[in-house]
């Protein structure tokens, strides 16, 4: 699928207001309290990041900006890509309506292939649902560029789908293209930890990875996600 394919089903997804999220994954969540900055107070926090500046933080594929508004709350400097200009829309007037005026600018159209960012821009990266969104091909070279913006002591929250679930099998490594209503059209790629290692390449290390699973006790469903953090190689 060519990448204005992507895009148009994604702005069609967004159209729809599928994924029009607003508040933050509790892994990204924890992985900030973690690795970047921990909120203690109302305005007391406490930071984990052992910088000697404010750190930069990019959410890979931000949809509507839930991420960057809550690294706004952290006082982060937070920016925000996605290849859908209704999503980012979405999100100037959500940042305009909360007297965040300041993040609007922060909210750029641009192909995870080619991030319009210097060297080293930053110092975390989070990517919640994106990178399993996309051909394997496409989220390497993804994978390759955010190790160019990221600083050589950064950090990289990212989640995967597993095969793991009821209607594969646990090893399960393919892609397909969504049928569904919901994100029809759209790519879904499935990951182990084999396509995980490739994924990564050798621009990062793999500092943690969990699997993390949820299986209904009322029907035979059951989903599987990879939590990983990585450091810069």
């Not at 995870?112 to 496409?138: C, K, N």
């Not at 050589?152 to 393919?174: N, W």
């Not at 990875?209 to 009322?218: D, E, G, I, Y």
Request: proline share 3%; hydrophobic share 40%.
């Amino acid at each position: 699928m060519k990448a204005d394919l992507r895009t148009t089903a994604w702005d069609r997804s967004y159209d729809r207001r599928e994924n029009f999220l607003f508040y933050p994954h509790e892994e990204i969540v924890r992985f900030m309290a973690r690795h970047v900055r921990k909120r203690v107070g109302f305005e007391e926090f406490e930071d984990r990041h052992g910088l000697e500046r404010n750190p930069r933080v990019l959410d890979l594929g931000c949809g509507i900006g839930r991420h960057v508004r809550f690294c706004d709350d952290l006082r982060l400097e937070a920016w925000g890509v996605d290849h859908s200009r209704i999503a980012l829309g979405e999100a100037g007037r959500i940042c305009d309506r909360e007297g965040r005026g300041h993040l609007v600018g922060r909210f750029v159209v641009a192909n995870g292939e080619r991030l319009p960012f210097a060297d080293g821009a930053f110092d975390f990266i989070v990517s919640h649902g994106v990178l399993d969104s996309m051909p394997f091909d496409v989220a390497r070279r993804t994978m390759r560029d955010c190790r160019r913006v990221l600083s050589a002591s950064g950090r990289f929250y990212l989640d995967l789908i597993s095969g793991d679930d009821h209607r594969h099998f646990p090893e399960f490594a393919g892609e397909e293209v969504v049928a569904t209503t919901h994100e029809q059209d759209t790519v879904q790629s499935y990951f182990n930890f084999a396509r995980i290692e490739q994924l990564v390449g050798n621009g990062f290390v793999i500092e943690e990875c969990q699997k993390v699973s949820r299986t209904s006790v009322l029907s035979p469903v059951r989903q599987a996600r990879y939590h990983v953090v990585l450091t810069a190689a």
